[in-house]
């Protein structure tokens, strides 16, 4: 079977648009694109004759990419693997536990180990910290009409009726 005369290996040049670098491991031309009207990418620019006083180092973030030495502090601005800024309300490892069992704070017990005295007061102050909460729940069955043909169906038994007046009521919730 002939090899086609426009792939890059025949002719010897690389894909129009293409990077002129061989990748000799690779036994082929680079294929990223370059910029118009230059013969390497931006990751073979060293290559280039036209280029040889601006050198390219690798990236302090991220070594499996260049960038020119004299941008280098632009490119840490911008590049993909520079850390994000933390929002507002993230605490590093809220949620990690305690690192080592010997750190359980001496002020956590359990209920069942206070005395009768020690247990009056932690209800007064739960009492009082409750005070203020309206704390009656009040059962409001939601309903759509859209429902209406699927509830009143035969085939359809009470555990299908109680799974749809759940998923009616958590559609809600949403608003």
């Given at each position: 079977?002939?090899?086609?005369?426009?792939?890059?290996?025949?002719?010897?040049?690389?894909?129009?648009?293409?990077?002129?670098?061989y990748v000799e491991k690779k036994k082929?031309?680079?294929?990223?694109?370059?910029?118009?009207?230059?013969?390497?990418?931006?990751?073979?620019?060293?290559?280039?004759?036209?280029?040889?006083?601006?050198?390219?180092?690798?990236?302090?973030?991220?070594?499996k990419h260049t960038v020119y030495e004299?941008?280098?502090?632009?490119?840490?601005?911008?590049?993909?693997?520079?850390?994000?800024?933390?929002?507002?309300?993230?605490?590093?490892?809220?949620?990690?536990?305690?690192?080592?069992?010997?750190?359980?704070?001496?002020?956590?017990?359990?209920?069942?180990?206070?005395?009768?005295?020690?247990?009056?007061?932690?209800?007064?102050?739960?009492?009082?910290?409750?005070?203020?909460?309206?704390?009656?729940?009040?059962?409001?069955?939601?309903?759509?009409?859209?429902?209406?043909?699927?509830?009143?169906?035969?085939?359809?038994g009470d555990s299908a009726a109680k799974?749809?007046?759940?998923?009616?009521?958590?559609?809600?919730?949403?608003?």
């Amino acid at each position: 079977m002939a090899t086609s005369a426009s792939s890059p290996h025949a002719t010897g040049f690389p894909a129009e648009g293409r990077c002129g670098y061989y990748v000799e491991k690779k036994k082929r031309f680079c294929r990223m694109v370059v910029a118009a009207g230059k013969r390497f990418c931006g990751e073979h620019a060293g290559a280039a004759e036209e280029e040889d006083a601006r050198k390219r180092i690798l990236c302090p973030l991220d070594p499996k990419h260049t960038v020119y030495e004299d941008q280098l502090a632009k490119h840490l601005k911008k590049c993909n693997s520079r850390e994000k800024p933390k929002p507002d309300f993230y605490i590093q490892d809220i949620n990690a536990g305690l690192k080592d069992e010997t750190e359980i704070p001496e002020q956590l017990v359990p209920i069942s180990s206070l005395s009768e005295e020690q247990l009056e007061k932690l209800i007064k102050k739960l009492r009082k910290a409750s005070e203020g909460l309206n704390s009656t729940l009040k059962d409001h069955i939601m309903s759509h009409p859209a429902l209406h043909d699927a509830l009143n169906d035969p085939k359809n038994g009470d555990s299908a009726a109680k799974h749809l007046k759940q998923q009616v009521c958590l559609g809600y919730s949403n608003y």
